[in-house]
């Protein structure tokens, strides 16, 4: 394995000096991504996949858990001591523009990595190699990021993220603020890069054609813990956990005859700060029965884990199934 989780926890300070507390951004969780394999992690907005991300990449300090990246240890390195990390796992952040420096040219920029690391290299010939292999003429290295579009600037960002070789790219909502029609450019550079270069990825999103178009496996979240993992092709085929149900089938679908199968989620998402007790997806699930609201359900299974008291079987509708307009 390239990265290997085991039981993370962070948490966030809340409330004044007497009465402080924390809560439980991320609540617990573990995976492992191979090499050359692209996991997901979909969810909600705060649902903590972001919090997760960073935190596997050292940017968030954790509160409990380990974490392995390469054979090693990885998670007690502070400071100075991650530089070598950064090399060997690049993150990709969401903004593709915003993510650039504006004073900067595309040349300087994909080749930033090798001046912070101290990598000797001709960085001309780098940068030409660097944009060819994200289907960018040589022209584009004299631009600066406000003459790029958004398409460009996220090849750009990649660009950027491959120069030294990673093992390991963290993504963060890869098409955000792209136009559909990018949006699929983007993630076949993805696809192509991984095959290439033998990539692992960790990709963050909650947007499920990115995930249906370039994960192997994927995690749901909810409330910073995972509720259902597995491979992407068989959870898509099939979810078994009612909120991953209900997520896929909000997914905008072509089919106007399947749209009509949306089920809708009833209540806001509970804060962080007052979990429901049991199965905290409780509140919000069409399924839930009395045993939910007091027993929390642990994850079952081994390939595909899923933590509810009673996965769905396939094309289950709920027990009040009310049909939805798309
Ligand atoms: Fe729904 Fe109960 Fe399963 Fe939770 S344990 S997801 S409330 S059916």
């Known amino acids: 394995m390239i990265l290997s989780v085991r039981d993370l926890q962070v948490s966030f300070p809340v409330g004044r ?20 394999e692209t996991f997901a992690l979909v969810g909600e ?9 960073r935190a596997v990449n050292l940017l968030q300090p954790i509160s409990a858990g380990e974490i392995t990246f390469d054979g090693k240890r990885i998670d007690g390195l502070r400071g100075a001591d991650t530089k070598p990390l950064r090399r060997e796992m690049a993150m990709m952040f969401q903004d593709p523009v915003g993510s650039l420096s504006p004073r900067m040219q595309v040349r300087d920029i994909v080749t930033e990595p090798f001046r912070v690391h101290g990598v000797e290299a001709d960085l001309r010939a780098e940068a030409d190699r660097l944009l060819s ?20 600037a996220r090849r750009v960002g990649v660009a950027r993220a491959i120069a030294l070789n990673p093992k390991l790219i963290i993504a963060d909502e890869p098409t955000a603020g792209l136009d559909v029609s990018v949006q699929g450019e983007v993630l076949n550079l993805l696809n192509e890069l991984r095959e290439r270069l033998g990539l692992a990825m960790l990709i963050i999103t909650h947007n499920l054609h990115v995930v ?14 995972f509720v259902e993992t597995g ?53 919000r699930c069409p399924w839930a029965q009395a045993r939910c609201r007091t027993e929390a359900p642990a994850a079952q299974g081994t390939d595909r884990r899923i933590a509810c008291h009673f996965p769905l079987s396939p094309g289950a509708r709920p027990p009040a199934f009310k049909e939805t307009a798309p």
């Not at 149900?245 to 209540?267: F, V």
């Open 17 to 36: 000096l007497m009465s402080r507390s924390a809560i439980l951004g991320v609540a617990g969780v573990s995976f492992d991504i191979a090499a050359g």
């Open 45 to 53: 907005s705060g649902s903590g996949k972001t919090t997760l991300a």
């Open 133 to 152: 292999l994200v289907g960018l003429s040589g022209d584009f290295a004299n631009r600066f990021p406000h003459q790029l579009s958004g398409g460009q």
């Open 212 to 225: 249906h178009h370039v994960a192997d496996r994927m995690a749901v979240m909810y409330l910073g813990r």
């Open 231 to 283: 491979e992407t092709e068989a959870i898509f085929q099939a979810p078994a956990h009612p909120y991953t149900a209900a997520l896929l089938s909000a997914n905008p679908e072509p089919d106007p005859d399947k749209a009509k199968d949306r089920i809708s989620l009833p209540a806001e998402v509970p804060s962080l700060l007052a979990r429901p007790t049991g199965c905290e997806f409780h509140t």
